[in-house]
């Protein structure tokens, strides 16, 4: 079945890195868009940024010039860079295949403070 397991967050400072890292199985994953979301708490699930299967990417407004999706489909993982951290980052990102109905993974818990 349709799997994502998402790896990467923890604690950073405003302004620090982290790398997520979402691997996919039970699909061709070089076929699909792909997409990382992000909840934080007592909000709604946003979109955050997507890659194409030709690898075009578009990015929410508000992490456009700070993060960077990416892909690697021979490992069938997708990546988020981020860059310059902010505590409005605060939230748990899930990665699902784009306008999909996909279960969603476990996530894994971003925390930017100080």
């Known amino acids: 079945q349709v799997q994502f397991v998402e790896s990467g967050g923890g604690l950073v400072q405003p302004g620090g890195s982290l790398r997520l890292s979402c691997a996919a199985s039970g699909f061709t994953f070089s076929s699909y868009a792909m997409s990382w979301y992000r909840q934080a708490p007592g909000e709604e699930r946003e979109l955050v940024a997507t890659i194409s299967a030709p690898s075009n990417t578009n990015y929410a407004d508000s992490v456009k010039g700070r993060f960077t999706i990416s892909r690697d489909n021979a490992k069938n993982t997708v990546y988020l860079q981020m860059n310059s951290l902010k505590p409005d980052d605060t939230a748990v990102y899930y990665c699902?295949?784009?306008?999909?109905?996909?279960?969603w993974g476990q996530g894994t818990q971003v925390t930017v403070s100080s």
């Open positions: 699902r295949r784009r306008n999909s109905v996909d279960n």
